[in-house]
């Protein structure tokens, strides 16, 4: 693909999008085009600030030849309408999570890119953060010796916040819009067991309200069984303001601590004493502290989404996050939602 890219949006529904664009304004190889959103006052404001024509139907994003690839933010209920059009009109796409409504709407996702000869990437911006590509490193490099116990954390403060529960986002918060605020946020760490571990074999959860009553659910445990053997426990929650010790991973050989790694632990001040990663070792009886900075908030990690997903369309290499990995992330997310609801074990493909 010869630079710049041409890059259009479709929807700036999820803020996310808006803070790609942002960035990209500054990449060379970058052209920002137009952006499609439903709502005028909010479409008009980020392509004003990004420098990008508004249009106010899809067609005149999709119909443009001079866009390469799109940026799809809307709800949830609409990724599948607005991807399989993006492929179908032949333009590689990157979307947000939770990547569908259903697995059947995924599985129409991924056929439609691949019939079009489509790259559709998932923005799993945990891939991309230097903390977690090296907890990958040490797991994969056996390290930590044979893995018995993961826990992760991933929390935001959404749901104490009237500005989140009444704004233009709310709609995160309705179930036809967004399944529940589980499916919106754990998406994230549910995908991270996937990329560093593989793919659980089970699952166990509790998913519910617990300390508001603002969306579908607010707080949620998920208990996982790996392929090898290992336990893996995820914890998601809408209300957490504050927190530290987000990841621990125990194996025969030594463990880790992650102590930044979500909203709460990257929005307000740390320990003094709390590094953001570091290892102990059996046989050594020692601590190691990698050389990983606090990041000064989550946006930090959302920013280092566009520049790889803009490196593979000018490359043509497979995206960090395909298609695929939104559809096993999203598998796993609705098993733990089945079962919450029927209070059993669910077994995964």
């Known amino acids: 693909m010869n630079s710049p890219v041409g890059i259009g949006v479709l929807s700036f529904a999820h803020g996310h999008v808006g803070l790609y664009a942002d960035v990209m304004r500054d990449f060379d190889d970058v052209k920002l085009v137009a952006g499609y959103d439903d709502n005028a006052e909010r479409g008009r404001e980020v392509c004003e600030r990004a420098g990008m024509r508004y249009e106010s139907d899809p067609g005149g994003v999709l119909d443009d030849p001079a866009i ?90 959404v749901l104490f916040s009237q500005d989140f529960i009444n704004g233009q986002t709310n709609w995160h918060i309705r179930a036809e819009t967004n399944i529940g605020m589980f499916a919106d946020d754990a998406a994230h760490p549910v995908d991270w067991l996937n990329w560093t571990f593989g793919k659980p074999v089970s699952v166990m959860a509790e998913i519910d309200n617990v300390l508001t009553d603002a969306a579908p659910d607010d707080n949620g445990f998920a ?44 929005s307000v001040p740390g320990c003094p004493e709390g590094h953001a990663l570091k290892m102990f070792s059996y046989g050594t009886h020692e601590w190691r502290v990698f050389d990983m900075p606090k990041p000064d908030s989550q946006a930090d990690r959302i920013a280092a989404v566009p520049r790889p997903w803009i490196d593979s369309l000018v490359h043509g290499t497979p995206p960090a996050a395909d298609g695929h990995d939104g559809r096993a992330a999203l598998e796993i997310i609705l098993s733990a939602y089945q079962s919450a609801k029927e209070g059993r074990r669910i077994m995964l493909d």
């Open 68 to 157: 390469r690839a799109v940026m799809v933010g809307s709800e949830t209920s609409r990724h599948a309408e607005l991807c399989v059009a993006a492929a179908k009109a032949g333009k590689h796409i990157l979307l947000q999570k939770p990547m569908a409504m259903s697995l059947e709407e995924c599985d129409r996702m991924i056929a439609a890119a691949e019939a079009n000869d489509v790259l559709l990437a998932m923005a799993w911006q945990m891939r991309h953060d230097p903390a977690n590509i090296k907890i990958r490193e040490i797991v994969q490099s056996g390290a930590l010796g044979r893995i018995g116990i993961i826990r992760r954390r991933h929390c935001i403060p």
């Open 223 to 266: 208990l996982f069984r790996m392929a090898d053997g290992a336990m893996a426990c995820i914890f998601n929650s809408s209300t957490v303001d504050a927190g530290e010790c987000t990841t621990e991973i125990y194996g025969g050989k030594g463990m880790l601590i992650q102590n930044y790694g979500d909203g709460p632990s990257c």
